[in-house]
Structure formats: C-alpha cells, structure tokens
C-alpha cells in the first residue's frame, strides 16, 4: 500500500500470516520496485524459513519479476496468484491495510510528516498489531501471543 508523506509517497510490502494473522515481514520504501517484496519476503523467512510456504500475491509487476520468483524458488516456496479481476483472495491483506489506515494513519496527517517519522510510526503500530492488539480470530489473543501458545502446547505435546 502507499502512504503519502511530506517527502514523497511511502510503499510499504508487508508479508501476513494466514496462520495467526501477523505480519511476518515487511519493508518500507520510496519505491515500489521488485526490491521492496523481495526484501519483505526475505524478513519474513528470517526466523522461520520458506520450506513449502505458499506466498499469495496480486499480479503486480513487482511480484510476477524475475527477481521475485527467483527469490522464492530459492526459498523453496510456493507462489499463488489469481486471475485478473479476482480481489478477493487478497482480501484479509486488504483488511489489515484498511485496519492500518483506520487505527492509525488517518488519525495523523502523513502528508506534513517527513517519510523517516511515518516509517517508525508504520513500524510501532506493527510491533503493537503484532504484540497487543486483540485479534477477534485468534480467541481474542494478538497474532503472536497466539502463535507462541501454539508453539507452547506443540511442544508439550511432544
């Protein structure tokens, strides 16, 4: 999504977890050049991995480069994409930008805010999404408090 700034406009790449509802990774720049995705795909496999993760994207060009799906073959990961006209399976990503925008970027005019203070301001509110904010799906726990109770009884289980 973009965001616009004093400076210039914002792109932000986050990668969501349909798992948990968290963002695994993202990256923010002034650019939405196949660099961007690539860079958020690659923080999002950096705890993890990719080992047979199934990455859905839209059709953007940044997404069907070259050097996007190297990056993911690489990875051993799986990339999916819709027919064109197909929105809805883009869906709960949309959900979390419109979540965004209504919590917290509407709230402050970006627009009169140099790009480096709407960065930390976009970086704090995914820590808090992450961390804090209740998750309705996820029996009211945020994404990774939820995924660490998983992670927990997995490994009681065990």
Do not use: W
């Not at 970006?110 to 309705?136: A, D, F």
């Amino acid at each position: 999504t973009e965001i616009p700034c004093k400076d210039g406009k914002l792109y932000l790449a986050p990668i969501f977890d349909c798992y948990d509802g968290s963002i695994r990774g993202f990256r923010m720049d002034d650019n939405m050049r196949a660099d961007l995705c690539v860079e958020a795909f690659q923080n999002a496999c950096r705890d993890d991995g990719a080992e047979g993760m199934i990455l859905h994207s839209d059709r953007g060009t940044q997404f069907t480069s070259q050097r996007f799906r190297k990056v993911l073959k690489k990875a051993n990961a799986i990339q999916s994409m819709s027919g064109t006209g197909r929105c809805y399976d883009n869906a709960r990503m949309e959900s979390f930008f419109a979540t965004l925008k209504k919590e917290k970027l509407y709230k402050i005019n970006t627009k009169s805010m140099p790009m480096v203070e709407v960065k930390t301001i976009v970086h704090r509110y995914i820590h808090y999404y992450n961390r804090r904010r209740i998750y309705s799906t996820n029996n009211g726990y945020p994404p990774l408090v939820y995924r660490g109770l998983f992670i927990d009884n997995h490994q009681l289980a065990a």
